[in-house]
């Protein structure tokens, strides 16, 4: 697969500056969008032609993306080489990606939060504004992540519906609330 189609080259281009907004190297999302959209299984070589990079910047791209756990090694009968394909099932790719920043990003902010808040508490002069600030910050992120594991154990198929009837959601919410 060394030629992309018109609309294949804008995803791609396109995913790569997505990452980079993300926090994600450019090489490294450029290479998940080429194996998303790839109908087969492609090896370092063809992902290194096909965007013209170095081959080495598809080697530390693909071993990041097996990282997160969104590209696996494939083998083939008759090649000797690693073949890498990406996630088809775009639900289950970003509950991997969520999952991943969640441990990578959030646990650690979570974690800190509740040693700076043990730590004003047990000074000898609590600072009462940044203890208030700290918990809010806190409770904030303990309650986002119990609704994130709350809405990570629903099926597929129920997250799907959900998403597809988001203006009914909101009108079920409202008419709980009393809105307009």
Known sequence: ???LSSAGE???LHWGEMGTRWGVNRSVAQVHALLYVS???LHAEEIADTLSV???NVSTSL???QGWGLVRVVHLLGDRRD???SMHDVWE???VILDERKRREI???LQMLRSCVTEIQQGEKPDKHMQERMTWMLEFFEGMTSLYAEARRLPPHTLRAWVRGKGKVRRWIDSLLGSD
Request: glycine content about 0%; charged content about 30%.
């Open 107 to 109: 646990d650690p902010t």
């Open 93 to 95: 790719m970003f509950h």
């Open 54 to 56: 170095a081959r080495s």
């Open 39 to 41: 109908p087969n299984p």
């Open 63 to 65: 071993r990041e993306l």
């Open 1 to 3: 697969m060394s030629k």
């Open 10 to 12: 804008k995803f791609i």
């Open 83 to 85: 073949h890498f394909e």
